[in-house]
């Protein structure tokens, strides 16, 4: 059944203004999942405010793109 959340989903780096970003959790037929956000200036700064360094966004960006070859494993498909 499609739908508009179709595999494969992939990640794009959005530009950055200011030392902050995100990366961009994409379908295969382009609509945007999801939106993971960091501050990458200063690490310091970044771990006082509560806001993910650009390593990190940039890995749970890509654990997020890989959910449905879990899911689809996981059902036997």
Do not use: C
Request: glycine residues 10%.
């Amino acid at each position: 059944m499609a739908t508009r959340f179709n595999p494969p989903w992939t990640v794009v780096e959005t530009e950055s203004v200011l030392d902050t970003g995100s990366f961009k959790v994409v379908s295969k037929g382009g609509m945007a999942i999801a939106y993971v956000y960091y501050d990458d200036g200063d690490p310091v700064r970044a771990n006082t405010t509560g806001h993910m360094t650009r390593d990190e966004a940039r890995r749970i960006a890509a654990n997020i793109a890989k959910l449905p070859a879990l899911l689809g494993a996981e059902q036997g498909e």
